[in-house]
Every structure is written in structure tokens, then in C-alpha cells.
């Protein structure tokens, strides 16, 4: 079934509000073997009546958001009865919950709220327990479409489509074999490595998707298909990028992490220079953290680094603070002055200024102390400063992550 999602208000075209409801949908639907074909925003009005009318002989299913207040920019209910050719009647079982629901709050019902009662001819009522603006539900007629007509509002649009549309879709969706969809989470591979590593052979599988969503530091491998096509790519994907994959679940990096440490009853310190306390918040950010997080030491000064971690002076006036040596040595302090079982540190030149012919500016050092040894990477990232700092936490994570397999 062809679905496609329109969106009103202005305020999502001028950036003041992030739409939310694509992503929403999208999600609640793919379990029902549907996916979004097609989706389009438009301003507050009369706009909403031309995207109807394109949309209405290439769709099966329609969810329109928003639109459905008592404000004069409001129009989907009153322009969908007209292109059906429907008219708008009183629901007074509607009218009634939307003036007791004012009269709780103490609210003054006017004729335009109230207008909110007006339904289209032998549309369904969906329920709104958090707002005053009911949804609707319009049958296919012919070869029209099945048509949704939902509040904007998401904390109003998300509960109704849960407890009103889902069981409405179950009941029109055409049953076939429901589509799958695996995603693997990588970490320290480009997409057109992991593409190189795969890709070839994914696509000899017979009704497979297959695609890349790239993100810093990370891709997101997406494979989807039956249940039979998913088990043959799982096992092409795992025996390729296996080391390299960090999640299936959706899960972040530093989740995994957290998980991982508290299975093994082990703790964590940081150590941070150039990441300014970037590592330590992505960890903390996580719920159950402290039970695996002891400490974390932002030494950005090198005076800072001698103090609190016992930096030699003369090593970083020797080696520089961007450095192997010193990124070695804030790691082990960490991890000594903390009593954790693992240590992390990152030290770089972040810019856009402080570079050199030697260390020009995105050179990184990462070091993780604890499991026997200390591990130092170098790496080089060219970058803004906060793609730089995610870039950087992103490796030391996986540095331990790495470490965490192993063990």
C-alpha cells in the first residue's frame, strides 16, 4: 500500500518547530508492513488542498497532521469534506466532551473551538484525551484513498495513533509476509568501506534492501526483507564487519559501554584535554552510569595535567601536550589516582588555531590504561571543533570498547 504523510504549519517551513511526526509514523507503521512513500509539508491554509488533491489518486493511505484547530488558518477538515464532497455536520457527542473538557479547566467555550465538533459525513470520530481537536478517520471510497486526519500537537497526534489508528490499519492492511528490517550499528568505518566490505554480496540476495546512513564516527547499515533473506545477510554481515559492530539494538556507543562495564564489574575514569568534558557527559548522559563511573579530570592547562594527573613539566615542554607520551601519561594517572579498572584520555589540537607543520590542527591522541596495557592511538581529524570532539570520543570509546571484547 502506497502511504503518504502531509504535515501543515507554517512554523515547520520556518524552521521554528522541528517535525517530529514523519519519523513518529514511520516507525509506527513499518510493523504493519507499511512504509512512508511520499511525504510533504505545507504552510498553515489553503495550501493543504492542492497537495490533497495530487496526492489522492497515487496514495492508499493519507495521514494529514495538523490543521484541525479553531483558528482561521485551520482548514483541513472543512477543505478534505469538500474535495470528498462531504458535509460538515454538528457531532454533538463530540460537541459535549469538548465543552465539559473546557469547563474543568475553567476555559470560556467559543464558537470556534466549538467549531472542532464539526465532522465530515461518515467520518469516524478518533478520540483526543489530550486536546480538544478529535482526529478523523475517512474510509477509502472507490479508488480513493484511506484518509487520517490527526491534531499537530505530538503529545495529542502520538497516543490517538496508537490507541486509534493502529487497530483501524490492522483491519484495512492487505495481509502478505511482513517486511523486515535489521540495523547494525558500526563503528571506525566510512560507508563506502562497510558498502565495499558488503555491499556485493547483499545485493546478490534475491528481494533485499539495502542501505547507509552515515554519522559521525559511525554507520548505520540498514538490510531489509523477509525473514528467510534477513538470516542469509546477517550472516554475510557478521562474518565481514563483526569487530566493527556495535550495536543491533539501536543502541548508542556509549550505552554499550556502560552495558559492557557493568557485566564485567568494571569501572571507568577519564581523563580529557582537548574534549573538554565531552567524553565524560556522553558516559554520565547514560541512565545507570554510576555504578560504572568513578571519575573524570578535565586538564585542559598543562599546569592542570601536572597536578592532577602527574604529567612531567619537562615531558610536555619536551614532546608537546598533543603527544603520545603525554597522552599515555594522562590515561595511567587517571586510572591511578581513580583506582578504575579502565582509563581513557584524549589530547588534540582542536582549532582552528594552535596548529603546526608537525601537529597541524585535528591532531588527536586517544589512550586507554588498564587490561594489562596502555593503548595509544593516533589519529587526525580535520574538522570544526564540535565534530572534532565527537570524533575524538568516538574512538576512545571504541578504543575500550575494543579493549571490553577481548577481556
Not at 312 to 318: K, Q, S, V
Request: hydrophobic share 45%; proline share 5%; charged share 20%.
Amino acid at each position: 500500500m502506497r502511504v503518504v504523510v502531509i504535515n501543515t504549519g507554517t512554523e515547520i517551513l520556518l524552521g521554528e518547530v522541528l517535525n517530529t511526526h514523519l519519523t513518529f509514523i514511520a516507525r509506527e507503521i513499518f510493523p504493519l508492513g507499511l512504509r512512508v512513500d511520499r511525504q510533504m509539508s505545507v504552510p498553515d491554509g489553503i495550501a493543504i488542498r492542492d497537495v490533497l488533491l495530487e496526492n489522492f489518486p497515487r496514495a492508499d493511505v493519507i495521514f494529514v497532521t495538523g490543521g484541525l484547530g479553531p483558528t482561521t488558518d485551520d482548514l483541513t477538515r472543512e477543505i478534505t469534506a469538500e474535495l470528498l464532497e462531504k458535509e460538515l455536520v454538528l457531532d454533538s457527542e463530540l460537541a459535549e466532551v469538548i465543552t465539559r473538557r473546557l469547563q474543568r479547566r475553567g476555559i470560556r467555550l467559543t464558537d470556534r473551538i466549538l467549531r472542532q465538533a464539526q465532522v465530515p459525513q461518515g467520518a469516524l470520530v478518533l478520540p483526543n484525551d489530550n486536546g480538544t481537536a478529535p482526529g478523523l478517520y475517512l474510509a477509502a471510497k472507490g479508488e480513493g484513498p484511506h484518509l487520517f486526519l490527526l491534531p499537530g500537537p505530538p503529545r495529542e497526534l502520538q497516543p490517538m495513533f496508537a490507541q486509534s489508528v493502529v487497530p483501524i490499519l490492522q483491519r484495512i492492511v492487505r495481509q502478505e509476509e511482513p517486511l523486515l528490517c535489521h540495523t547494525y550499528r558500526i563503528v571506525g568505518m566510512g560507508e563506502s568501506y562497510v558498502e565495499e566490505a558488503i555491499g556485493a554480496d547483499l545485493l546478490a540476495l534475491s528481494g533485499i534492501e539495502v542501505g547507509y546512513c552515515a554519522r559521525m564516527g559511525e554507520v548505520d547499515l540498514r538490510v531489509l526483507g523477509s525473514a528467510i533473506v534477513l538470516e542469509q545477510a546477517d550472516a554475510i554481515v557478521q562474518a565481514k564487519l563483526a569487530t566493527s559492530i556495535f550495536s543491533t539494538s539501536g543502541e548508542k556507543l556509549e550505552e554499550v559501554i556502560v552495558r559492557e562495564l557493568a557485566q564485567k564489574r568494571a569501572t571507568l575514569a577519564v581523563a580529557e584535554s582537548c574534549t573538554g568534558g565531552f567524553l565524560a557527559h556522553r558516559i554520565t548522559n547514560v541512565p545507570g552510569a554510576s555504578a560504572v563511573f568513578l571519575a573524570g579530570y578535565v586538564t585542559y592547562a598543562n599546569e592542570a595535567k601536572t597536578a592532577a594527573l602527574g604529567i612531567d613539566p619537562t615531558t610536555i615542554a619536551r614532546e608537546g601536550a598533543v603527544s603520545e607520551t603525554v597522552a599515555r601519561g594522562m590515561a595511567e594517572g587517571a586510572q591511578t589516582k581513580s583506582g578504575a579498572t579502565f582509563a581513557l584520555a584524549t589530547t588534540g589540537i582542536a582549532g582552528p588555531g594552535g596548529g603546526s607543520e608537525a601537529k597541524p590542527v585535528g591532531t588527536a591522541y586517544v589512550a586507554l590504561a588498564g587490561g594489562g596495557e596502555t593503548i595509544v592511538r593516533h589519529l587526525f581529524f580535520p574538522s570544526d571543533r564540535e565534530t572534532f570532539k565527537q570524533l575524538a570520543t568516538q574512538m576512545a570509546l571504541n578504543l575500550l570498547r575494543e579493549r571490553l571484547a577481548a577481556v
